[in-house]
């Protein structure tokens, strides 16, 4: 499995990034902009992201629009017809419902509370149907 993450603060991206290490190939990036033009780029070379972790908080750009912006790609470029969206998992320290009801509508099919253990971070790969 391909793996994108994203997170502003570097421990959390290498954090992050060890863990998924055991369930694909991550690459870690620590800007939306850096992830959405690298998203799109492994899509047209044909080696889409299966799985995308998005913090909310990336220092002054908010995660949210750009997992929005990535469901308005993948809209317009009908990826859901070779069966090819990723599925996104907000990982951030954000836990008020407000936040976690605009990250669903913008389009991410899960949520995390930082600090990430392998245990909270197993549940929701089951949970949105990446692992068994």
Sequence with gaps: ????TVDDNYVNRVQI????SEYGDVDAVPN???AFDIFVAAHNDGVPYSLITMD?????????????KIRDWEAKME???QDQEAKILMVTVKDSGDDVFSSFNKGCE???????TPESLKEQLIKIGLID
């Design 1 to 4: 499995m391909r793996i994108l």
């Design 17 to 20: 990034k060890t863990l998924l």
């Design 32 to 34: 939306g902009d850096i």
């Design 56 to 68: 909310i908080d990336l220092g002054g750009t908010d995660g949210r629009e750009i997992v929005a």
């Design 79 to 81: 990826v859901f017809k």
């Design 110 to 116: 899960g949520y995390l509370i930082k600090p990430v």
